[in-house]
């Protein structure tokens, strides 16, 4: 544990952009609460044996050997004479989790191999480096990934996996004592060098950025287990990575220097619940540098000004390490930051421990509604491959379901994947739906999703190494339909599972009384354990905050514009005499949902932020707080000087900005798989997807209770046996689709009481 109170190697000098928002102090409460939190991530496994420790320091020495053997024998190889044989070094760098130093038991260590100019990255790395490593038994499972964002050469060594990069310098020989942290590093650096430099430099940068270095790795330690429970540990998924986590909890260290854990951990769900998105969060000023390098910067660069959640990386290039980040899992997080923030206070209070705070996101009790994406290949290896391509590509599938029904059908990627041990080479995700929040639910209403399904497949199936076997079938089920497999053991527990806190609250918030509701559709109910007044709370306050930055986010096209001519929502009867409903439709009852305020989910449009760069004036920074520690405690002032601290640590006035379909659907693209797929605009002309909506998937339908506007107050404890789904969907009207690149939706909301629909489908 770090020593209380010290600004730690720094010898008081001040880190970040702005001032620290307390210099207090930890209290005896602290002391005590983070001996506890240490016990519990050591019970938690979090800390490798000392055995395994020095088990990783051997292989990455051996590591080293090998790659210096290797520079030696390629420079032979080219004919350079023996002196610069003899000199000819390379070098082998940390970065990641192993670096930062809160990786935990047989984790991977990411590593970075440093070259001279005359080794290559395709013929040398790829190629001679692969072919010693290949020829080594203590080599497992090489896979060499040449086309990645990243190149990575994937593998296991004496049982430690290891992910090995390669950088290129311009230097003829690499001195053992290169610092790599110097900008001087980059210069004739071609792309991929850069950024296969990035992730040390960010790494290094980041431990010189926080004041205190083992408090800081404890309160990380901690925040990475608690975002894997919580199910938001997934930066492919849309929400954050190792590295996202690491500047989140670095800024939280630099605004309290001389907080232990405990007091960390709170602040940084009281600071991130209040934090207004798309303010970016930044450990120093972003520096332009001499290189001519690009940095992110979104009064520059259009692409910037849509990133939802910039979290800036503090090494040069500077970039927004979280670009994945979609408004769907914004809102996710910021509901568990909420979460977070109201299970701390109850930890002062003595009402909550840190078993509340790790319990478990209960995904498949969270909704009524799932998507399920399941993939089979021929072999152990295609799978591999082929799940890696997918998995890249389920975030255009969550963009896409809610940018085509105007954002009232929400997704939520689940992180993990599974697998049926019944099934030979398969693999599956899930997705949970559910109608947005604070929308009254018309009658009838039906989400119809299959064209943006069967075109998320068509894209998938665009992979450059596609083989045959390699399949992808998306169905729509409902929770209790989930499959056993996806249980620990197999076994689907009982419900209603064991008492959590979201399920303590929902209970205390049904006795208080029932949220009062004018809509037509009346009283709503919770979607399953989760607690509908707490998200509530959770928009009103980002709402309120998002106002108070005058964002103003432009409107899209209504959908009166989209069924313009069409007759009244109550009474809307839609037909397609050529759809095939038997095709991958479903479609489903649900009771009503909590008709709660949600303005994240109302942003249709990223915005730009504009941002101080290296600013220091006084509008850009706060005092420090040097509050006692009984000031900083429980009391409402200390609390509202704290919110007021973090609102002038925000920089930067909201700019509303449009945003076309073509920029969006660039920055669908992930990096790593961007260069493993065909020219996906290209081949839409005349395919399946533009001339005919018959073969498109699945239909989401959304109604009340009793198919009709409803007034009588209902809740649900999430034990109540689910309705039965509808056997047809209601038909659909026959037009010609929108182009992709156009700004209407490619599907169409249609919306029908169950009666008609029922009569519709006899």
């Known amino acids: 544990m770090g020593s209380p109170g010290l600004m730690n190697r720094n010898n008081g000098q001040r880190l970040g952009i702005t001032e620290p928002i307390s210099l207090g102090g930890p209290t005896e409460y602290d002391v005590i609460k983070t001996h506890e939190l240490e016990k519990y991530l050591r019970d938690a496994g979090l800390y490798e044996s000392q055995e395994e420790a020095v088990g990783r320091e051997e292989v990455l020495g051996r590591l080293d050997q090998i790659v210096k053997i290797w520079v030696k024998t390629i420079s032979r190889a080219k004919g350079l004479n023996e002196q610069l044989v003899h000199e000819a070094n390379a070098k082998i760098f940390t970065f990641g989790s192993y670096r930062l130093g809160v990786h935990g038991p047989g984790a991977d260590i990411d590593t970075l191999c440093v070259g001279p100019r005359h080794a290559t990255r395709e013929e040398d790395f790829f190629g001679e480096l692969y072919r010693m490593l290949s020829e080594m038994p203590e080599v497992k499972e090489l896979q060499p990934v040449p086309d990645a964002y990243v190149p990575v050469m994937r593998f296991k060594f004496n049982g430690v996996s290891i992910d090995l990069l390669y950088a290129k310098l311009s230097l003829w020989v690499i001195p053992e004592d290169l610092d790599i942290s110097q900008d001087s590093i980059l210069q004739n650096a071609d792309e991929q060098t850069v950024r296969s430099l990035n992730g040390c430099r960010v790494t290094d940068q980041i431990l010189r950025l926080v004041p205190n270095i083992q408090n800081f790795r404890t309160t990380l330690r901690c925040m990475r287990l608690w975002a894997k429970r919580r199910g938001v540990y997934s930066n492919v998924a849309g929400f954050l990575g190792g590295i996202?986590?690491?500047?989140?909890?670095?800024?939280?260290?630099?605004?309290?220097?001389?907080?232990?854990?405990?007091?960390?951990?709170?602040?940084?769900?009281?600071?991130y619940t209040q934090w207004r998105w798309p303010n970016p969060v930044m450990l120093c000023a972003i520096e332009e540098g001499s290189l001519g390098l690009q940095v992110w910067d979104p009064r520059r660069n259009p692409k910037d000004r849509f990133h939802l959640m910039p979290i800036i990386t503090p090494a040069y290039p500077s970039m927004n390490s979280s670009y994945n980040v979609s408004s769907s899992t914004l809102r996710i997080m910021s509901e568990e930051f909420q979460r977070g923030s109201e299970i701390c206070e109850a930890m002062e209070a003595s009402k909550a421990d840190w078993d509340t705070i790790f319990e478990p996101y209960p995904f498949f009790e969270a909704y009524k509604n799932y998507l399920q994406i399941d993939i089979t290949a021929e072999n152990a290896d295609d799978l591999r491959k082929w799940k890696g391509w997918v998995e890249s590509r389920l975030r255009q599938l969550t963009l896409k379901i809610e940018r085509h029904t105007f954002y009232m059908l929400q997704c939520h990627p689940h992180p993990g994947d599974f697998s049926d041990s019944s099934r030979s080479f398969h693999c599956c995700f899930f997705m949970g739906l559910q109608r947005k929040q604070g929308v009254p639910a018309s009658e009838g209403e039906q989400f119809d999703i299959r064209r943006t399904v069967e075109e998320f497949k068509h894209n998938v199936n665009m992979y450059t190494l596609w083989k045959p076997g390699m399949e992808i079938h998306v169905s729509h089920v409902k929770r209790r339909n989930i499959p056993n497999f996806v249980f620990p053991s197999g076994i689907r527990p009982s419900r209603p599972s064991n008492v959590t806190w979201d399920s303590r609250r929902s209970s205390e918030l049904k006795v208080s009384g029932p949220v009062q509701d004018n809509s037509c559709e009346g009283k709503a109910v919770s979607n399953g354990v989760d607690d509908g007044s707490k998200r509530k709370r959770v928009d009103d306050n980002v709402e309120t905050n998002l106002r108070s930055a005058k964002c103003l986010a432009a409107e899209p096209p209504s959908v009166g514009e989209v069924h313009e001519g069409s007759p009244p929502v109550s009474s809307c009867s839609i037909k397609d005499d050529n759809m095939d409903t038997h095709r991958l439709v479903e479609s489903i009852r649900e009771e009503p949902e909590n008709d709660i305020p949600d303005s994240l989910r109302n942003m249709k449009n990223p915005v730009e932020v504009s941002f101080q760069n290296s600013q220091a004036d006084g509008s850009a920074r706060c005092n420090p707080l040097n509050l006692a520690p009984s000031a900083v405690a429980d009391t409402t002032s200390s609390k509202e000087v704290e919110k007021l601290a973090i609102e002038k640590i925000m920089s930067g006035p909201y700019v509303a900005h449009q945003a076309s379909p073509e920029e969006l659907d660039e920055l669908e693209n992930d990096f790593e798989y961007g260069n493993q797929a065909k020219d996906f605009?290209?081949?839409?002309?005349?395919?399946?997807?533009?001339?005919?909506?018959?073969?498109?998937?699945?239909?989401?339908?959304?109604?009340?209770?009793?198919?009709?506007?409803?007034?009588?107050?209902?809740?649900?404890?999430?034990?109540?046996?689910?309705?039965?789904?509808?056997?047809?969907?209601?038909?659909?009207?026959?037009?010609?689709?929108?182009?992709?690149?156009?700004?209407?939706?490619?599907?169409?909301?249609?919306?029908?009481?169950?009666?008609?629909?029922?009569?519709?489908?006899?």
């Open 244 to 271: 996202n986590w690491a500047l989140l909890v670095a800024r939280i260290c630099q605004l309290y220097p001389n907080a232990l854990p405990n007091m960390l951990v709170s602040r940084f769900f009281r600071v």
């Open 681 to 762: 605009r290209g081949s839409m002309k005349g395919s399946p997807i533009e001339s005919s909506t018959a073969n498109a998937a699945v239909a989401v339908p959304v109604l009340s209770a009793n198919g009709s506007c409803s007034s009588s107050g209902l809740y649900s404890n999430g034990t109540l046996e689910e309705l039965e789904p509808m056997e047809l969907a209601a038909p659909l009207l026959n037009v010609t689709p929108a182009p992709v690149v156009q700004r209407k939706p490619l599907i169409r909301l249609s919306f029908t009481s169950l009666a008609k629909a029922t009569e519709k489908s006899s």
